[in-house]
Antibody, heavy 117, light 107 residues
């Protein structure tokens, strides 16, 4: 079964850092472009960024609100993609989902990140 | 950035109805649109990609179409499990952008 499982969410103070991870299984992870999408409480979906496969250069694109603060990386040996979040703000609070491919055909269950003092 | 204007924001319908949700892109995006269904407390699920290609396992009562920059999701014969929130997503350019969502409620 193809699956994505996120981990690492939690409560962090404004200005703090957090790293969330997403482990894939049941598919060829190293060939997949992976992305992150978030959802603030009671709000819609917001694209955060994506990382290409190593074969496609492993380059990364970010949404403007997170550029310079968030960093996406991957470790294909662990079948895991990471989202490093620095300089967190209260408006970064929400559920963070990892997804597969540019059209997000597979989603994880999400991990809740709460930024509050 | 490409804007996706989705409408309506909500609609009320009954089981068996046919409903349509639209997304208008702010520029040409060819057929690079996906549609998702989300139920409360759950991750979204892909319904359609490439404007009209049904994702594996999605019932054929769901369909997608496009005309220029206007994209439409239609559900024919609404079922109880279809009451949910629906989103469009443009996958033509980065940053990717979603529509605002359409909540489909029981009339």
């Amino acid at each position: 079964e193809e699956q994505l499982v996120e981990s690492g969410g939690g409560l962090v103070k404004p200005g703090g850092s957090l790293r969330v991870a997403c482990k894939g299984s049941g598919f060829n992870f190293s060939d997949a472009w992976m992305g992150w999408i978030r959802q603030a409480p009671g709000k819609g979906l917001e694209w955060v960024g994506r990382i290409r496969s190593k074969g496609d250069g492993e380059t990364v694109d970010y949404a403007a609100p997170v550029k310079g603060r968030f960093s996406i990386s991957r470790d294909d040996s662990l079948k895991t993609v990471f989202l490093q979040m620095n300089g967190l703000r209260t408006e970064d609070t929400g559920v963070y989902y990892c997804t597969r491919r540019s059209y997000s055909d597979l989603w994880g269950q999400g991990t809740l990140v709460t930024v509050s003092s | 950035d490409i804007q996706m204007t989705q409408s309506p924001s909500s609609l009320s319908a009954s089981v068996g109805d046919t409903i349509s949700i639209t997304c208008r892109a702010s520029q040409s995006i060819y057929k690079f649109v996906s549609w998702f269904q989300q139920k409360p407390g759950r991750a979204p699920k892909l319904l359609i990609n490439g404007s009209s290609t049904l994702h594996s396992g999605v019932p054929p009562r769901f369909s997608g179409a496009d005309s220029g920059t206007l994209f439409t999701l239609t559900i024919r014969g609404l079922q109880p499990e279809d009451f949910a929130t629906y989103y469009c997503l443009q996958t033509y350019a980065v940053p990717r952008t979603f529509g605002q969502g359409t909540r489909v409620e029981v009339k």
